[in-house]
C-alpha cells in the first residue's frame, strides 16, 4: 500500500480581479505520497464539492510538465521547491506528514489574478505576437534542412526553444520582469539563420511590447534562472540585451 501523509493547505481565494481576496486554511487528508500536486488539489476539491463549498480554481492541461498552464507559488517558490520541476510534475512524496503548504497565485502586476490560483497570463502571448515568430510572406515556407547550421548553435537554439511560457520567471523576479521568457524566445530564433531577416524588428517590438504590458526590468537577481522547470539559462537575456543593441544602433527598424 502507498503511504499517505496528512497536510495544512493555506489557499489563497479570490473570487474576481477586483474581490480583495484572503488565505482559508483547508485540511488535506490521507494523501497518498504516490499522487502528484495537482491531483492532491483534484481530492481537496472533490471533499469540498461534497461539502458544498466551491472548490478551488486551479489551471492545468496536460500535466506533463509541457504546456506550462499550471503554475503557483507552493511556500513562496514558482511550482514548488524542486529544481526543474513543474507544478503539475511535483510529486506528494517530496512533503511530510503534517506540513503546512501555502499556495497562491503568481503575483505580478502584469498577470492579474482570475480567480484563486488562475491569473491571466496573455501578456506573454502579446510579446509572442510583437515579434517571436518567422513570417514567410509569399510561397510556402522553406526546406530547413537546406541551410545548415553549425551543432552548437542548435543546441543552444534547442535549450532556449525549450521555454514552455509558464510564467515563473515573472513570479519569481523581485521586478516582475519577463526577460527570461522574452529572451528564451529571442534566443531561440536569432541563433538560427532562419530567424535573422526580422532579428531587428523582433528585437525592438518585443522590448516595447513587454514594457507596455506593465513588466519590470532585469537587475541580475537570477531568480527567474532558479525557479525555471526548464532551466533556461540567464545567458539568452545577455544575448537578448546584444539584439536590442544592434537593433537600436545600426538598424533602420525604431
Request: charged letters at 25%; glycine letters at 8%; one cysteine or more.
Given at each position: ?14 473570487n474576481g480581479p477586483d ?96 480567480r484563486d490560483l488562475v ?33 552548437d548553435r542548435a543546441e ?99
Amino acid at each position: 500500500m502507498s503511504k499517505t501523509i496528512q497536510l495544512t493547505l493555506k489557499i489563497w481565494r479570490q473570487n474576481g480581479p477586483d474581490d480583495k481576496g484572503r488565505f482559508e486554511t483547508y485540511p488535506a487528508k490521507d494523501i497518498s505520497t504516490d499522487m502528484s500536486f495537482l491531483e492532491m488539489l483534484d481530492v481537496v476539491n472533490e471533499q469540498l464539492t461534497l461539502e458544498g463549498q466551491e472548490p478551488i480554481a486551479f489551471e492545468h492541461d496536460c500535466r506533463e510538465g509541457i504546456c506550462g498552464t499550471c503554475g503557483a507559488m507552493v511556500n513562496g517558490r514558482a511550482h514548488g521547491h524542486l529544481k526543474g520541476t513543474t507544478l503539475c510534475q511535483l510529486h506528494m512524496r517530496h512533503f511530510k506528514n503534517g506540513d503546512t503548504l501555502v499556495i497562491e497565485p503568481f503575483r505580478a502586476r502584469a498577470f492579474p489574478v482570475l480567480r484563486d490560483l488562475v491569473v491571466d497570463r496573455s501578456a506573454l502571448d502579446r510579446i509572442i505576437q510583437a515579434g517571436g515568430y518567422i513570417s514567410v510572406n509569399t510561397g510556402s515556407a522553406p526546406e530547413a534542412n537546406t541551410l545548415p547550421v553549425p551543432p552548437d548553435r542548435a543546441e543552444r537554439a534547442m535549450d532556449a526553444a525549450a521555454c514552455i511560457g509558464c510564467g515563473a520567471c515573472v513570479a519569481s523576479c523581485p521586478n516582475a520582469s519577463a526577460m527570461l521568457f522574452m529572451s528564451a524566445k529571442v534566443s531561440h530564433l536569432a541563433l538560427l539563420p532562419q530567424g535573422r531577416p526580422e532579428a531587428a524588428r523582433r528585437a525592438i517590438g518585443m522590448v516595447r511590447e513587454m514594457d507596455a504590458c506593465g513588466f519590470g526590468n532585469c537587475s541580475n537577481h537570477r531568480e527567474c534562472e532558479q525557479t525555471c522547470p526548464k532551466e533556461i539559462s540567464i545567458v539568452n537575456i545577455a544575448r537578448l540585451n546584444r539584439e536590442y543593441c544592434k537593433a537600436g544602433l545600426a538598424s533602420l527598424e525604431k
